[in-house]
C-alpha cells in the first residue's frame, strides 16, 4: 500500500509534464498550419486576367453546352473522343504590332490548342507538361496570319487520363509580352523549383548512400537515401504518353510514392531513436501490390489501385510521421524533433489541399504543391543529417586531437618517470655494486692483509708471509679481472680463471684437464653480472684448493658442457663440475661435509655462493675422489638469490 501511495502522485505529474510540452507544440503547428495556407494562397501567381477567355462551349460525349472555365470534365479517360472547348476572343488590327499567344496555366492531362481550325499548340509533345501534380503551363505564340480582325474562334482538346479527372483552367489569349511573365512565373515556381529540389536530393541520396556505407550501424542513411532515390526516379522519369504506353512503368512509377512514404515513416521511427515495429512492414503492403499488379495487368488497374491504395498509404504515413515527430518533440525536446516536426505538418497541409483540389472540393484550387514540399522537406532533412554528420567528425576530430595531445603528454610523463626510474636503478645497481665489491674485498683481500700483518707480528718469515702476500694478490687480480665487461659470456671469465688456476697448481705437479664437450662452451647470458662472476670463479677455486690442500689430489678436470631442458619449452643450461682424484672425505646425510672443520664451512661458503647467483651445487666425495657438480641457471637473478 505504501509503494502504491508513493507512486500515485507519478502518473498527474507525468500528465501535467506531457501536456506542458505537447499543447505548445500543437499550438505552433496550428500557426504552421495557417501560414502555410496564407503561404498558397500568397505565392500563388497572379495571371493576366484582363486576357482571359472563360466562356466556351463543351462538346463531349455527343452533348454541347455552355461551360465557364476552370472547369473539371466528367471523365477521366478520353483519348479518342476528348473534351472540345470552343470559345472567342477578340483580335484588333492595331494589336498586330506586338505577336499574339496562347497561355493555358492548368490542365490535365494534355491539351490541344486551335487557333481559327489551326493547331499552335499540343502538350502531348512535352511528357513532361502532361503530369497533373508539376502543374507545368503552356505557351504558344499564335502565327499573325491566323488572327482575323475582330472575333476569331479558340478551340481546345482535352486529352485525358490516369487517375484524376479532367480539368482545363482559365485560358488567356493576348499580346505575348503580357503573358509571358505569368508563364515564366509559374515555370519558376512549379517545373524549375521542382527540378532544383529533384537534383538537390539526387545529390544528398548519394552522401546518404555513401555514410550509409561507411557506417552500416545506422540504417537511417540508407533509409532516407532510398526514399531519395524513389523521388529523383519520380521527377525526373519521364511518364508515358497514352496511346504509347508502356504497362510496367506507369506501375513503378505509380508503386513509388506509396513506398517512398512508408520509407519516411521508417526513417522517422530510426532517427529517434525507436525501434521498428514487426507490423511496420504492412506499410509497405500497398505499394508493393500497386507494383505486382502493376506487372502482371496493364492499365488501368494499377491507376485504380493507386487512387485506392497509394494515395490513402500517402496520407496515413504522413499522418504517422507526424505522430512520430510529436512523440519525439515531448521526448526529447530538441531542434531536429521541432524541424522535422515543423516540416511534416507543412507538407500534410499541402497534402490535405490537394486532396481538397482532387475531390473538387476546393474547385478553384486545382494545384498540387504537396510534391513540391514533400521534396523541399527531404532535401531539408537530407541536409540536417549531412550537417550533423560533418558536425560529428568535426568533434571527433576534436576529440582526436585533445587525445593526442593528452597521450603526447602522458607519453611525456611516462618518459620523466621512466628516465627517473632509470637513474634510480643505476644509482642502486652502483650501489649494489659497491656493497658486494667492498665485501669480497673485506671477504678475500681483507682477510689476506689481516693474515700478512699477523703473521708479520708474529715474526714469521719466508714462504708464509710471501704465500698469503700471493694468496691477497691472486683474490685482488680476482676482483678486477671480475670487473671486465665479458659481453654475457661466461666462458671468457672461465679462460681467465683457467690460467689462474693452472699457474697455482704447477707448482704442486698437478696439470688441469680442461675439458669443453659443446662447441659453444656455455649459453650466453646477457643479464650475467659481474658479482654472478665472482661467485661462480670463487666456487671453482674453492674446489680446487680443496682438492689440493685437503685432498692431496695429483689430477683435477674440470669439464664444462651445455644440457638441454627436460620440457621443450625449457631453455639449454650450463654444468661447471670439478673432479679430483683425491681421498675425498666424509659426507653427512645433508650432502654436507661432516664435523665442523674448514673444509665443512668452505663446502657452506660454496653452496651460499650459488645459491646467490641461481646455480645448484651437488657435492659427491669417496675415497677415489670428490666431484663438485656447479649447474648454472638458465637465467641468472638480477638481484642476490640467497639475500632475497
Known sequence: ???????????????????????????????????????????QPSDPDDHAVTAFSLQEDGVTRPVTLPHFTASRYSLADPPLYTGTFTFRSGDAASGWSVYL???????????????VLDSRRDANANRPDRNTPQIALIPASLLRDGSNEITVRLF?????????DTVYVGPDAALRPAYEARTLLFVTLQVVFSAWQSILAV??????????????????????????????MPPPVPPFTVSRLPAVLLASAPIESALIVAFGVLFFGWRWPRYGILLFAPGLIIFVVGLIAGPPLPRILFLV???????????????????????????????????VTIVLTCWIHDMLSVFEIVTNERIFVSRLSYSAMLVAIGAGLTWRFARALNQVDSFAGQLVTRVREAEERLKASFAREEERARASALANERTRLMRDLHDGLGGQLVSIVALS?????????????????????????????????????????????????????????????TP???????????????????ILDEAVTNAVKHAKARHIAVTIETLEGERNDQGPYGVISVTDDGCGFALAGNREAAGASQTARGLRNMRSRAARCGAVLDLSSEGSGTRVRLQLPRIFPDSDAAAG
Open 160 to 168: 485525358v487520363w490516369g487517375p484524376l479527372k479532367g480539368f482545363l
Open 520 to 538: 659453444q662452451g656455455l649459453p650466453l647470458h646477457p643479464e650475467l653480472r659481474p658479482w654472478h662472476v665472482i661467485q661462480i670463479v670463487r
Open 105 to 119: 496555366p492548368r490542365f490535365s492531362n494534355a491539351a490541344e490548342v486551335a487557333v481559327n481550325g489551326v493547331a
Open 457 to 517: 707480528e708474529r715474526g714469521h718469515e719466508g714462504a708464509t708471509i710471501t704465500d698469503a702476500a700471493r694468496a691477497a694478490l691472486k683474490d685482488l687480480r680476482l676482483v678486477i679481472d671480475s670487473m671486465d665487461d665479458i659481453g654475457g659470456d661466461l666462458m671468457l671469465a672461465l679462460g681467465s680463471w683457467r690460467e689462474r688456476a693452472t699457474a697455482q697448481l704447477r707448482p704442486h705437479d698437478i696439470a688441469l684437464d680442461w675439458r669443453v664437450t
Open 309 to 343: 491504395l497509394g494515395i490513402p498509404t500517402v496520407g496515413l504515413s504522413l499522418f504517422l510521421m507526424a505522430g512520430v515527430t510529436a512523440a519525439a518533440v515531448i521526448r526529447r525536446q530538441d531542434a531536429a524533433s521541432f524541424t522535422i516536426g515543423c516540416a
Open 207 to 236: 552522401i546518404l548512400a555513401i555514410m550509409w556505407l561507411m557506417r552500416r550501424r545506422e540504417p537511417v542513411y540508407g533509409v532516407l537515401a532510398v526514399a531519395m532515390v524513389l523521388g529523383v526516379i519520380q521527377a525526373f
Open 1 to 43: 500500500m505504501s509503494d502504491i501511495a508513493a507512486k500515485a502522485p507519478v502518473k498527474p505529474a507525468r500528465r501535467r509534464l506531457l501536456a506542458s510540452r505537447l499543447v505548445p507544440y500543437l499550438l505552433l503547428q496550428a500557426l504552421i498550419v495557417i501560414a502555410t495556407i496564407l503561404g498558397l494562397r500568397l505565392l
